[in-house]
């Protein structure tokens, strides 16, 4: 345990004495709550704020996981259902990078990177999304044609999509269609099949920006490669100037 007004400069926000002027005018938090008590003592594990920018050195970690379906992506669920965190190690402040329904499977990103976060999700990064979907019916002509020209419907408006029909069954009247996207409009892919008249039975995302499922079990989960996050940035980078 040490100082608050030590550890502040230690981290090389300022000197010790503007350290204790700092916290005598309120501007630091401990663990969520401003402490004014000069020599208050914190230890590693303490969340110190100063001016709103987090001290905290916590190693940043990136996790895909093969999201099972039946499983929310919130941190905690009132209702009780598993959510994909408990699949993952428990150690971490870790959360997902935006959302999958409670139905849908695949690839999500989970990271203590809010920073990152922000990047992955924003639509003006607009990475790509890739789908699969188990569609009961079938799309027609016009269908694909709507989706690769950017579908209108009464409430929304979506960005182009690509459109590639994996498998036919006529006699069940189903489809196998692969979509990708690049918004992330809520319950998108749904909403999206829904107004050309088709109900999806099953989705699963086969991959994020360059992140697939490949490898990855429904449930299993790996770390990241550096390069992979370096490549995710990049696309965002790339996808964003686009627009
Ligand atoms: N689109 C949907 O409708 N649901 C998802 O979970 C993801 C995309």
């Known amino acids: 345990m040490e100082r608050l007004q030590k550890v502040i400069a230690q981290a090389g926000i300022c000197s010790r004495r503007k350290a204790e002027e700092?916290?005598?005018?309120?501007?630091?938090?401990?663990?969520?709550?401003?402490?004014k008590t000069l020599g208050t003592k914190v230890s590693g594990k303490d969340e110190v704020v100063v001016n709103g920018q987090s001290l905290s050195k916590e190693e940043k970690v990136y996790y895909v996981i093969n999201k099972p379906k039946g499983t929310i992506c919130s941190v905690h669920d009132e209702k009780d259902r598993k959510t994909v965190l408990d699949y993952l190690p428990k150690e971490e402040r870790i959360y997902p990078v935006g959302r999958l329904d409670y139905d849908t499977s695949g690839v999500l990103l989970v990271t203590n990177d809010g920073k990152f976060t922000h990047r992955m999700i924003h639509p003006k990064f607009n990475l790509p999304k890739t789908y699969v979907i188990n569609l009961q019916g079938m799309l027609s002509g016009e269908d694909i044609y709507r989706l690769k020209n950017g579908l209108n419907t009464k409430h929304?408006?979506?960005?182009?999509?690509?459109?590639?029909?994996?498998?036919?069954?006529y006699t069940r009247d189903r489809m196998i269609v692969e979509l990708t996207i690049h918004e992330g409009k809520n319950h998108q892919v749904k909403n999206m099949m829904e107004a050309l008249g088709h109900q999806v039975r099953r989705l699963h995302r086969k991959s994020f920006g360059c992140i697939s499922d490949e490898g990855l079990r429904p449930g299993e989960y790996r770390r990241l490669k550096?390069?992979?996050?370096?490549q995710l940035k990049k696309m965002s980078e790339t996808e964003g100037e686009k627009k």
């Open 156 to 169: 929304e408006k979506y960005a182009p999509a690509k459109v590639q029909i994996k498998q036919k069954d």
């Open 22 to 35: 700092l916290i005598q005018a309120g501007k630091v938090k401990v663990n969520g709550v401003i402490v």
């Open 226 to 230: 550096i390069n992979e996050i370096k």
